[in-house]
T-cell receptor, first 112, second 113 residues
Framework: KQEVTQIPAALSVPEGENLVLNCSFT??????LQWFRQDPGKGLTSLLL?????REQTSGRLNASLDKSSGRSTLYIAASQPGDSATYLC???????????FGAGTTVTVRA | EAGVAQSPRYKIIEKRQSVAFWCNPI?????LYWYQQILGQGPKLLIQ????????DSQLPKDRFSAERLKGVDSTLKIQPAKLEDSAVYLC???????????FGPGTRLTVL
């Protein structure tokens, strides 16, 4: 069974600092990995999707890396802003059954 | 393009009552998912539909939860009777096909008293 862990559970940084969010997974037989953002009381918004054959994806200030063999992904957010405050969830899709397994998320607070 | 729609947004019921949630996926999306997200946890898949057929319902508590997607478009999730531990956000998502990016609705927050 795929287990997804996100560390830390919560993070507070001053505006302008770079954010580093970690995700680890136990089964390396993945189809893809996705990072989501969730604002309080809202659904999930997809930020980046990395296919198993890729090593990274970039979108604006966001960059996500994937090391499938070691079971790790990292989401980098450059020059954080108060609007980046949210919970960030990592989700891994298994290659055998396409099931999506989520981590518990990292709650980020960016202080103005 | 309209996103995934869910209703109601909030629901408060007493234990042993029944409740139903509705989801309308993005037009043309064949795959529809229902997730349960308990506070402080990531979403857990309850059931996955491919068109109007069930692909995976292994984590659906079938003694009290049921779901249907009769015409392969919108879907309903029902809980009967509700328990305190069912308090959670119920998220609906859809994707073009299995393995494609999932798009999530805003969720329904259920509180069972």
């Amino acid at each position: 069974k795929q287990e997804v862990t996100q560390i830390p559970a919560a993070l507070s940084v001053p505006e302008g600092e770079n954010l580093v969010l970690n995700c680890s997974f136990t089964d390396s037989a993945i189809y893809n990995l996705q990072w989501f953002r969730q604002d309080p009381g809202k659904g999930l918004t997809s930020l980046l999707l990395i296919q198993s054959s890729q090593r990274e994806q970039t979108s604006g200030r966001l960059n996500a890396s994937l090391d499938k063999s070691s079971g790790r992904s990292t989401l980098y957010i450059a020059a954080s802003q108060p609007g980046d405050s949210a919970t960030y969830l990592c989700a891994v899709r298994n290659s055998n059954d396409y099931k999506l397994s989520f981590g518990a998320g990292t709650t980020v607070t960016v202080r103005a | 393009e309209a996103g995934v729609a869910q209703s109601p947004r909030y629901k408060i019921i007493e234990k042993r009552q029944s409740v139903a949630f509705w989801c309308n996926p993005i037009s043309g999306h064949a795959t529809l998912y229902w997730y349960q997200q308990i506070l402080g946890q990531g979403p857990k898949l309850l059931i996955q539909f491919q068109n109007n057929g069930v692909v995976d319902d292994s984590q659906l508590p079938k003694d009290r939860f049921s779901a249907e997607r009769l015409k392969g478009v919108d879907s309903t999730l029902k809980i009967q009777p509700a328990k305190l531990e069912d308090s959670a956000v119920y998220l609906c998502a859809s994707s073009l096909d299995q393995g494609d990016t999932q798009y999530f609705g805003p969720g329904t927050r259920l509180t069972v008293l």
